[in-house]
């Protein structure tokens, strides 16, 4: 599958075609799409990791 | 579902505003704190003083402990906080950056007039990392409408040399960003043009302060004066390629996907600061002060009262409550998801208080409504997002979230992971300076040639966190997309291959991710030229020139150098291999606590006993995830140690396959990789699926946290927690009925399972994230 073309293939597809391909044929815009989708709502969200509380439990 | 605000909750409070000089040296006609209703200011003392610096700082850190705050920040304002003075300025630093950092990470920010700023204020700004935000109103016609000083003269030339000492290399990092007034008397486009020629990293866009009151201004005959001005500015900031960040158009961008706003201006987003005057007083935001005078106070006092007292005050509590917090009107608005019914100030009448939309009711309608109809032009992102798990590997999901991740599927998710550092490379390169790509260029020719390199090193966790951060800066810093040189040279060394790179070096360190540093004997900054031949290297800095040159493996061997230092990244033995030790890495320090130095050779030695110990009680308490935790981790990063003695570790968001951790014996040091490696897990999972949708106004209460949480947090800590419930139910096995294992057992089996329902009664979950915590739930009664 071609990347460049299309535009209906899943992320997990995706990402595996900018896996294979050398980093000098990766389309920017997708590259772009990719970044973009992965950093969806996490870019500035709080509270994402819960800080391991092991003082009096663990 | 028990949600933020419910009465008696102390709501942790993360932003503090201290205002440590109350007068100013500008006498600017639109500033809140000497020309609108509230006076309070005449009656406190000009400056914070040492002992109320003091007050202060304790105050949050016991906050931030006692709710485990990961990141606090403070912000110093006035008045104008450069009148205190460097001498003063640098006790007050000091104080907050001893008694604060060593329990939360603390992000020190300065919102100035930039008037008096000057070299020795920034050097002090770099040694205690404050980043510096400016006010600029725009170009000069438009700052002097009202940014003056007291006899009428200009502070424009002024304001353009501190931002300008901003810009210098040295100092670039130290910029925050603008804040400009918006005054619709002024030429949008001109204004934005002038602020962009000085490349904020960030611009913040405000409307003027306002209330039903004291309404805004508008011209006769224009309804939406404001919402026009800020569309025409959206409309030119887009045909330029969003150059950098405006706040509001990014805040309503997130909130119209459901996401947080990230701002007080608009949305649901709970509001999470407190101010202190200069007497030490504890008051609400300070834009309340356009409403009425002694808006603000609280009665309350550092010398007195904690921030937990503070937030549990009803009118602090009633902005935690989201859409319930509102007017019935806004309640009732179909925009009221993005807008959130205004800045909190902007909503006051005489005759009812705050119970009002906002006096820019109108024109945030029309903003809204018309950036909605231009996104729904703007190309979608069209990497599609799986909803539903089926775009992952058959029972992968399942697998992960029953706690059975097993080698392959921890494979597969570091496929992804490298697979995502290489298009944030991409991007980052495509928005470096041609003139400035010989690193990638040089990445791209090894990419071909040598790919095991490459991929290796980009493999190295702290690849990804540099370029998350180097993506941000793009366009506004190209120094932080010089690391990719660093990275390229990385690879070369790897591959034994022949390149010359211009890399950056900070105070005399040239850092090669995963492998080492070059440390040269003068704290040069700036440009040097890297030139790699199999077995040898050349750096020519400011300094002179530094060669190192070595035997076939640079692991294997000590390097030959002369001119300078080599310290290679050193690996510990682990699950029968040996893992990473990552204490060079500048990118490492970015997880909740502070990275700790490198340790000498005797610290290093007990880390290598500690974790040796540690993996075999991974092998004996985590049999079905052992295998995982050997095929996925990569890095552990070592964490200063909490001066209370409590454990400390840690996950970083963009850090994928590496932990931060605290010195602590084998037993807990092994619960707290396997704790850490599941959230790692968990955030590569979420990279490829959505496991909630974006709920920001949703918080559940979880048995192991005082405060309620967002959803994201809560799935995260479930899932950890599901492996600390696994490894008590191994070491309870081996231990007669009743022991101290079995009641950690029955703990964490009970947090886990109480928040496993809360999810699945909280109505964020998508169906994949349904089917994920119902398998975790199951997989608590094996
Ligand atoms: S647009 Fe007006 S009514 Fe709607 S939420 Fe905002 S302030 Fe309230």
């Known amino acids: 599958m071609n990347i460049a073309e299309n535009q209906q293939v899943s992320m997990t597809e995706w990402l595996s075609e900018l896996r294979r391909r050398p980093l000098g044929e990766i389309p920017v815009a997708r590259a772009v799409d990719v970044t973009r989708t992965v950093l969806r709502h996490r870019d500035d969200a709080e509270g994402g990791v819960e800080v391991a509380r092991f003082g009096s439990v663990a | 579902m028990p949600t933020s605000g419910s009465p008696g909750t102390a709501w942790p409070i993360s932003q503090y505003v201290l205002k440590v000089h109350s007068r100013c040296d500008l006498a600017c006609d639109h500033c809140y704190v000497y020309e609108h209703a509230d006076q309070s200011w005449r009656g406190r003392p000009m400056v914070m003083d040492a002992r109320t610096v003091a007050a202060v700082a304790e105050r949050i850190a016991e906050h931030a402990a006692t709710h485990r705050l990961r990141r606090v920040s403070v912000v110093l304002h006035g008045g104008e906080p450069l009148l205190l003075g460097p001498d003063r300025m640098r006790q007050v630093l000091a104080v907050l950056r001893r008694r604060i950092t060593p329990v939360s990470h603390l992000d020190l920010l ?67 960003g603008i ?8 030429d949008p486009i001109a204004v934005y043009e002038a602020l962009r020629a000085v490349r904020p990293p960030r611009l913040d866009l405000l409307l003027p302060h306002a209330t039903w009151a004291n309404p805004p201004y508008r011209p006769a005959g224009r309804a939406t004066p404001y919402a026009d001005w800020l569309l025409a500015v959206h409309e030119r900031w887009t045909a330029d390629g969003r150059p950098m960040p405006i706040r509001l158009f990014d805040s309503l961008r997130s909130t119209a996907a459901g996401g947080h706003s990230g701002s007080e201006w608009v949305g649901l987003d709970p509001a999470d600061l407190v101010v202190v005057e200069t007497d030490g007083t504890w008051e609400q935001v300070d834009s309340l002060k356009t409403a009425y005078d002694g808006a603000a106070a609280t009665g309350l006092s550092v010398f007195t009262h904690t921030v937990d007292e503070v937030s549990r005050l009803p009118e602090i509590a009633l902005r935690q409550t989201g859409l319930a917090g509102l007017s019935a ?93 290489r298009a944030m490379l991409v991007e ?80 005399g360190v040239l850092h090669l991710p995963s492998l080492g540093a070059v440390t040269v004997p003068e704290p040069v900054t700036g ?81 290598g006993e500690v974790l040796a110990g ?104 479930t899932y950890a927690h599901l492996t600390i419930t696994e490894m008590w139910r191994q070491r309870a096995s081996r231990e007669a009925p009743g022991g101290p294992a079995h009641q950690r057992h029955e703990q964490f089996r009970t947090w886990t399972a109480d928040a496993a329902d809360a999810l699945l009664g909280s109505g964020a979950l998508t169906p994949a994230g349904n089917r994920f915590v119902r398998r975790l739930a199951a997989a608590l009664t094996p």
């Open chain 2, 179 to 186: 804040l400009c007034t918006v005054d619709v008397r002024n």
């Open chain 2, 110 to 176: 300065m919102q100035s007039n930039g008037v008096r700023l000057s070299e020795p204020y920034c050097d002090l700004f770099a040694e205690y990392d404050v980043r510096v935000g400016i006010s600029l109103d725009g170009d000069r016609a438009a700052n002097d409408r009202h940014r003056r000083f007291a006899n009428g003269a200009s502070s424009h030339p002024q304001v353009l040399r501190g931002i300008g000492l901003l810009r210098t290399p040295a100092y670039r990092r130290l910029f925050a």
């Open chain 2, 614 to 717: 540690a993996w075999s009680s991974i092998e004996a308490d985590l049999p079905h995830q052992a295998a995982a935790v050997r095929a996925g981790l990569r890095a552990v990063v070592p964490l200063v140690d909490d001066p209370t003695g409590t454990l400390r570790s840690s996950t970083a968001r963009q850090a994928f396959a590496s932990v931060g951790v605290a010195l602590a014996d084998a037993s807990a040091t092994a619960v707290m990789i396997a704790h850490e490696f599941q959230h790692s897990v968990l955030g590569a999972l979420l990279d490829l699926c959505d496991l909630f949708a974006p709920s920001p106004a949703v918080r559940l209460t979880v048995g192991w946290r005082s405060d309620p949480r967002p959803v994201e947090g809560v799935l995260q800590g």
């Open chain 2, 329 to 421: 009107q806004c309640r009732t608005c179909p925009v009221v998801t993005q807008c959130g019914g205004g800045l909190f100030a902007h909503r006051y009448r005489e005759s009812n208080g705050f119970d009002n939309p906002s006096a820019y009711c109108a024109d945030l309608k029309e903003l809204i409504v018309s950036l909605s109809a231009r996104h729904d032009v703007e190309p979608p992102v069209t990497a599609p997002v799986d909803q539903d798990g089926t775009d992952l590997p058959d029972g992968l999901l399942d697998r992960i979230a029953a706690g059975r991740t097993d080698a392959d599927a921890v494979r597969f998710l570091a496929e992804s992971q490298l697979a995502i550092t």
């Open chain 2, 428 to 507: 980052v390169a495509d928005g470096t300076p041609v003139t400035e790509r010989t690193g990638w260029e040089a990445l791209v020719r090894l990419d071909r040639e040598a790919p095991d390199a490459v991929e290796e090193t980009l493999r190295h966790p702290y690849v990804r966190v540099w370029a998350v951060d180097a993506r941000r800066q793009l366009g506004t810093d190209s120094a932080a997309a010089a690391q990719l040189s660093c990275v390229a040279a990385a690879a070369a060394v790897r591959a034994g291959a022949n390149v010359e790179l211009d890399v950056p070096m900070r105070a």
């Open chain 2, 527 to 607: 440009a040097a030229v890297l030139t790699v031949e199999p077995g040898r290297w050349r750096l020519r800095h400011a300094a002179g020139t530094t060669l190192v040159s070595f035997d076939g493996d640079l692991h294997a061997t000590a390097p030959q150098v002369t001119g300078g230092r080599w310290q290679a990244n050193r690996r510990l033995a682990f699950a029968g291999t040996t893992i990473l030790f990552e204490d060079l890495d500048p990118h490492r320090d970015c997880h909740d606590w502070k990275a700790a130095e490198r340790p000498d050779a005797s610290t290093l030695a007990r880390w």
